[in-house]
């Protein structure tokens, strides 16, 4: 059984080392250089590679049920496992899994040793020309070569991180075999306010624990805390990443999408009027504006929603009634900033999007070409930041690289 994987990523990995191991003779064909680059990218180089506890609400596809489906064939703990008999340490940080050496050259490594372990072909710098169905089977041609392939797995990955979209992309060819595509947009990315760029000059290199809530077209879509990061262009951070693939889709359908920005999460409305009161009371009149707000919010921010509200951080106090205080305040709770767009695919962590999830079997077959099977993130599923994507690499690597092996042959 002669099994072509075409990209050379975490999940086309993943499928080769388990289709090897159930008997195929495996051939990768890798666009770039070197298999498995992104991987040293991940986790800022040390490669967060799966998480403490893998849910369903940790997976948005627009079908349904990626975890109990897929998720569970090959979850957090055997991919924990996995690792762990390739003798690679882990070490956890908050639920996030890296390897004990903090180098994601340990994972890619590790794999690389697997894949030769296991006697799999690896042609890099290999981008196929076409793929095309041939009786049972699959031709590819590559330059003057043409290679068949009893199954195919298709692994090309997204648009996501990529500088240069070079060659034909994993969709291309989806799409050439019969396969709709969920919009494909960037996701785990940073949100840009195009409209206010003076203010974001102004704060830009804030951190700061915040809650942001997201709306599209008015009504609230989703809802983040973490630490959030202030830039010249717009606002990033984990939550931020978190609510980009809803923004995305807002942006995409051309919709009105706006963040309200609460950054004292910790405070109800009451209590934190309740402490605005306590210290106007005991405020003498004659100090200085900003030195009413100082000790609630970082300095830049603090000026900010000074400004905001129509205030002179250097007149005294006195100057403004108590509503005008309270106003630039409240405004501290519930800062609403129109979003203008996502950075581009280069800076995003994944592609939300991508072939359509009913259009394959629980194996990760197409349901449309025999024999042609997927993995990773050209299907339609992503994953919240915390190791999730690389989970579902993972997975779907497992999941179409042991049922493309197992599939029978038409008997001749
Ligand atoms: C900066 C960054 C940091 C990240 N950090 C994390 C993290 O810490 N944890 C986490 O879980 N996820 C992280 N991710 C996401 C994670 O890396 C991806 O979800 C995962 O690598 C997807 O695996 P894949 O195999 O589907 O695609 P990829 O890893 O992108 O692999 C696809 C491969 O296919 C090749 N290819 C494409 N087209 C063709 C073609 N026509 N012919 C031949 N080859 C082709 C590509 O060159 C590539 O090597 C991060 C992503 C980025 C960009």
């Not at 979850?75 to 994601?104: I, N």
């Not at 894949?115 to 020309?129: F, I, N």
């Not at 070569?145 to 991180?161: D, E, M, P, R, V």
């Not at 919240?384 to 690389?390: F, P, T």
Request: aromatic share 10%; hydrophobic share 40%.
């Amino acid at each position: 059984m002669k099994i072509g994987i075409i990209g050379g990523g975490a999940s086309g990995i993943m499928a080769a080392i388990i289709a090897a191991d159930s008997g195929a003779e495996v051939t990768i064909l890798e666009k770039k250089d070197r298999i498995g680059k992104k991987i040293l990218a991940t986790g800022n180089g040390k490669c967060n590679f799966t998480n403490k506890i893998v849910e369903k609400d940790d997976y948005i596809s627009q079908k349904e049920g990626i975890y109990q489906n897929y998720i569970s064939q090959f979850d957090e703990k055997r991919v924990l496992h996995f690792f762990a008999e390739q003798g690679m340490l882990a070490k956890e940080k908050s639920g996030y899994f890296y390897p004990r050496s903090e180098q994601a050259s340990t994972v890619l490594d590790v794999l690389r040793k697997k894949l030769q372990e296991k006697g799999v072909t690896v042609l890099t710098e290999s981008c196929p020309d076409s793929l095309k169905r041939q009786g049972e089977g699959f031709v590819v041609r590559l330059g003057k070569k043409t290679l068949f392939f009893h199954h195919l797995i298709l692994a090309c990955g997204s648009f996501a991180g990529e500088k240069l979209q070079e060659g034909i992309s994993g969709y291309d060819y989806a799409q050439k075999f019969g396969h709709t595509l969920v919009p494909v947009v960037p996701a785990l990315v940073q949100l840009r306010a195009d409209h206010d760029r003076e203010v974001f000059k102004a704060i830009a290199g804030v951190r700061c624990e915040a809650k942001i809530t997201l709306y599209i077209e008015g009504k609230m879509r989703a809802r983040e805390r973490g630490e959030l990061q202030l830039t010249d262009y717009g606002i990033s951070g984990i939550p931020v990443f978190q609510l980009s693939r809803h923004a995305a889709y807002g942006f995409h359908t051309q919709k009105k999408v706006k963040a309200s920005i609460d950054f004292l999460p910790e405070y109800d409305d009451g209590e934190w009027e309740g402490l605005i009161r306590e210290k106007w009371e005991g405020f003498n009149p004659q100090a200085l504006t900003e030195d009413f707000f100082l000790g609630f919010l970082n300095k830049k921010l603090n000026l900010h929603f000074i400004r905001k509200a129509g205030l002179k951080p250097q007149q005294p106090m006195g100057n403004y009634s108590y509503e005008q205080i309270l106003q630039a305040c409240l405004q501290m709770k519930n800062w609403e900033v129109e979003l203008t767009g996502t950075n581009p695919f280069a800076s995003a962590q994944v592609c939300a999007g991508g072939v359509s999830m009913d259009e394959v079997t629980l194996q990760l077959e197409s349901r449309k070409v025999k024999g042609l099977f997927f993995a990773g993130e050209i299907l339609d599923v992503d994953g919240r930041c915390g190791g999730y994507n690389l989970q579902w690499a993972w997975t779907s690597g497992y999941i179409a690289g042991k049922a493309a092996a197992e599939r029978r042959l038409p008997s001749v």
